[in-house]
């Protein structure tokens, strides 16, 4: 019995030996990893899914500012844009905040905050669809009309609000009539107009921050 706990004995320090190489390997791939993890990121953001932050209060009360919901890429390679779709978009004109020089690190960090979700581009908008190519959209008597005919818009604030006169515009092809629920604070089609499908980033489909506030989004 004393021969064999000698001889476990004698093998802890090889044990540890190991152990420790081991754990310095994996520092010495750790940078690795970090890049390949970042890599993957980017490719799913580019291609499938992104993270995107609620930079205002334009879509009150169904998203509200710092949230964050996953935008779907694929949504439109498969179907098309439709009423009450929420989609984030790219503005055409000019950024939605002012652009920082953050230089080469910077612009980085700023890529790997918008791949987390946790920035947005300067640029990415998000708004819900109100009209498709075709229609034409109007707003009198303080309610928005799709090709005459009133929409209900249980999503919206202050319902009860009637809001300025537009209109009426005959939504071009290839091009969406957007606004945000809070209409009385967001910038919208009523300003700048329809915006071109190929503008559009992607649909977003959950909330999925804060936790209390995790939820499916449908179209309305």
Known sequence: MA???T?????DPQTEEEQGDSFLDFLKELPILVVVAFGIALLIKTFLIQ???IPSESMEPTLLEDDRVLVSKLSYKV???AYGDVIVFRSATQPVVAREDRGPVGNFIQSLKEA???SSSEYDLIKRVIATEGQTVEVR???VFVDGKKLSEPYRQDPEIALPDYGPKKIRNDEVFVMG???FNSTD???FGPIKEGAIVGRAFILIWPVDRVDWMGRF
């Open 7 to 11: 001889e476990e004995k004698a093998l």
């Open 181 to 183: 629920d809070n209409r």
């Open 3 to 5: 021969s064999t706990e």
């Open 79 to 81: 179907g098309d844009p």
């Open 141 to 143: 008597e303080g309610a």
């Open 51 to 53: 993270a995107f932050y």
């Open 189 to 191: 089609s009523r300003s």
């Open 116 to 118: 987390l979700g946790l």
